[in-house]
């Protein structure tokens, strides 16, 4: 109802005073509310105002007629449906057509029988209710089907003719349009892929009771795009059983679908590359493996590690990296070319490759070597051109795992094998490896554990002056003798330290302990007085590692000129504009600078006028065949010469015959050390074995420095 009254509110309008007048007794006394007018024009005037519920209107009045002012009511939106009745002369046909076409709800002809006119009145406004109802229904039932993306539809099966609703065409992306829909209709929307399967259901559920309800396809809606939906169909039978009509709902799932192959992708895939991630590769592999164990065959893992992809980007930046990581994903793709492999990012720059049903390991490694070869080709990206390689390593079902957890951890154990033997390296899992990674694994979890207590130590190896015969600086070396693990070689552990971070706190307590025995051996007038400390490339590479060694000198008490750090030789190639700015750092402390290991790095002598360095120290490879080798005894002749020649000291390490020394000190080489002279010793055996050392170089040189060449 328009009114907002208990009473329903008739507007009457009449230019005839007794028919207002008889109107608003009957009405009023029926049970309705009566407002009258006399003429049209205050009607109208009047209609938004009082908002009746039932309209009764002359026909013949002056001024504005009645079916004009039907006509103008109908215009007004609030009022395009509400009962009007219109007062018409007795046998007047040619008015009865004016007033319904005018929009009039129904009529009355005068003389009126007011009794009989109260209960037409009040049948309209109950059929106008219904009416009203109905459409809100309608409108709310549209509203909801459009929210909930539903559309209906009917399907007569005798002549395929179908009902379909609005939200039904607007799921099909289509206009209403006069023509009745068809089967033939609804099927051309249903997408090419799925239309043979839609049309073979339809058929069944149209002949025969169903057991299937419902039926997932796809739809290709307007403007090419597709769209998911399910249509749910109740057939109605007949008396016979037969199939007479079905209704159906199709509910569009289109968003629902997305969301859910969304959530797979964040769950299943890469967010960087698509490619499936460790959780589904895991899966595959296994069903790879169970596949398999039916027919028989192998099963081979790949695991792609990208060498040194971590200066990418440092150097320039993570956008710049996963574009490159997309390219090596593309050519590991293109590698694998087959359809039944899966190749997987397991994160940061490792990817997995699964080779399903193969008959032997050698197609594995053949694949890896390409892999390889294609990844270690150059890479474009920004105008910029990038080089990398791979570590690969294979494991193979159902020689190296049974499993697929069991199959990727060997592989992975390959390929840390394949980065240990010098990166770019193909390798093949074998027993060994598990081994080494179980003690690995046992060094790792000790070597905190090791540093609380107390179970490092620090030896040191005397230093010789070959132009003076005598004593004048150790090398600090860590030891570790584990309780759990009893002693393990610095070889062993050093390298993981430096994996896992816990060199920086390793190589700290080493140059503090270091410092303080200096002090110590000062005190005490020992014939050492200057210790050597060998320093990591993550100590080195630390914005705040000169603050340490400034700290730790003024802890100690330490004079900065009886230290000397010694640095490795190929961290010097990897950022030289930062390794010289340390280093000068440190020279400005006033400790004393050596290269460690020099030959094995990647540095020439010429780059070395750019470090402020004071010896270098000369790798014992070449120490070794100075005696045997007529170009490593040539390489050390020119090593020696340059260094004098660059007032820059060389001390030659792993000097172990007297021939050695010998040639050495001929060739006007500055320093040695080696097993020779003395072997590393705790600082305590040191102080107690330094009169014995000295007692061997007293035999060796004489008081000027020379050597005594019968001893």
């Not at 025969?208 to 997932?216: E, G, K, N, R, V």
Request: with cysteine; hydrophobic share 40%; net charge negative.
């Amino acid at each position: 109802m328009a009114s907002s009254s208990v009473q329903p509110l008739v507007m009457v309008v009449d230019d005839d005073d007794p028919t207002r007048m008889m109107a608003t007794e009957f009405l009023s006394q029926a049970g309705f509310s009566v407002v009258d007018y006399p003429g049209a024009e205050e009607a109208l005037s009047d209609l938004e105002v009082q908002n009746p519920d039932l309209i009764v209107l002359d026909v013949e009045m002056p001024g504005v007629d009645g079916f004009t002012a039907c006509k103008r009511i109908r215009a007004h939106e609030s009022f395009e449906t509400t009962p009007v009745l219109m007062l018409t002369g007795l046998n007047n046909n040619d008015s009865i057509d004016l007033a319904f076409e005018a929009g009039a709800t129904d009529f009355a002809t005068k003389p009126i029988n007011w009794t009989l006119l109260c209960h037409r009145l009040r049948y309209m406004l109950r059929a106008w209710q219904a009416s009203e109802d109905l459409v809100n229904n309608q409108k709310s039932l549209a509203a909801a089907q459009r929210i909930a993306k539903l559309g209906n539809c009917e399907m007569n099966t005798d002549s395929g003719e179908m009902y379909w609703s609005e939200q039904l065409y607007a799921i099909f992306g289509s206009e209403k349009t006069d023509n009745t829909p068809t089967t033939v209709d609804f099927l051309s929307f249903v997408h090419q892929k799925d239309r043979a399967r839609v049309s073979n259901w339809l058929n069944e559920v149209s002949t025969a009771p169903c057991t299937t309800s419902y039926l997932d396809f796809s739809v290709a809606a307007g403007c090419g795009t597709e769209r998911f939906v399910r249509l749910q169909i109740e057939q109605v039978l007949d008396k016979e059983g037969g199939v007479s009509r079905v209704s159906g709902v199709i509910q569009d799932f289109t968003e629902k679908r997305r969301a859910e192959h969304r959530i797979e992708q964040l769950a299943y895939y890469d967010s960087v590359t698509d490619l499936p991630n460790r959780t589904l590769f895991q899966s595959r592999v296994d069903d790879a493996i169970q596949d398999a164990k039916r027919d028989d065959a192998k099963v081979a893992v790949l695991y792609v590690d990208i060498d040194d992809f971590k200066s990418v980007n440092d150097s320039l930046g993570h956008a710049t990296g996963d574009v490159m990581l997309n390219e090596i994903a593309a050519r590991i793709s293109q590698d694998v070319g087959s359809s039944e492999s899966t190749i997987s990012r397991m994160g940061a720059d490792e990817f997995t490759v699964l080779m399903p049903a193969i008959t032997d390991s050698k197609e594995a490694e053949a694949l890896a070597l390409k892999v390889g070869q294609t990844l270690a080709s150059p890479y474009t990206i920004n105008d910029s051109k990038l080089f990398s390689s791979a570590s690969i390593g294979i494991s193979v079902y159902p020689d190296h795992g049974d499993g697929a957890e069991s199959l990727i951890k060997s592989a992975d154990m390959a390929m840390s094998g394949a980065k240990r033997a010098g990166k770019n390296t193909v390798l093949m899992h074998d027993d060994a490896m598990g081994e080494e990674a179980k003690k690995r694994f046992l060094i790792e979890s000790n070597l905190r554990s090791g540093l609380e207590r107390n179970e490092f130590d620090v030896y040191f190896q005397p230093q010789i002056d070959l132009m003076s015969g005598k004593l004048y600086s150790a090398e600090a070396l860590i030891r570790w003798n584990s309780d759990t693990l009893g002693f393990v070689p610095p070889n062993e552990f050093i390298s993981i330290a430096e994996d896992n971070g816990f060199i920086i706190p390793l190589g700290e307590w080493v140059l503090r302990t270091s410092c303080l025995q200096a002090v110590d051996w000062l005190k005490k007038g020992f014939p050492i007085s200057q210790v050597a400390v060998n320093i990591s490339v993550l100590q080195f590479i630390r914005p705040d590692f000169p603050d340490t060694v400034r700290r730790i000198l003024q802890e100690t008490n330490l004079q900065p000129s009886f230290l000397e750090l010694e640095i490795t030789e190929s961290l010097l190639a990897t950022d030289t504009a930062q390794a010289v700015q340390t280093l000068k750092a440190l020279k400005n402390i006033g400790v004393q600078l050596s290269i460690d290991d020099f030959g094995t790095g990647y540095s020439s002598l010429s780059q070395l006028k750019h470090f402020p360095i004071d010896r270098l120290k000369l790798d014992q490879s070449f120490v070794q065949g100075v005696t045997t080798s007529e170009e490593d005894a040539a390489i050390t002749r020119a090593v020696i010469a340059m260094t004098n020649s660059m007032d820059v000291k060389l001390l030659a390490e792993g000097v172990e015959t007297l021939e050695q020394l010998e040639f050495l000190k001929h060739s006007n080489c500055n320093e040695i050390q080696g097993y020779y002279i003395s072997k590393p010793m705790p600082a305590n055996v040191l102080e107690q074995e330094i009169n014995d050392v000295e007692s061997r170089l007293d035999g060796l040189f004489d008081g000027q420095g020379n050597l005594r060449l019968a001893a």
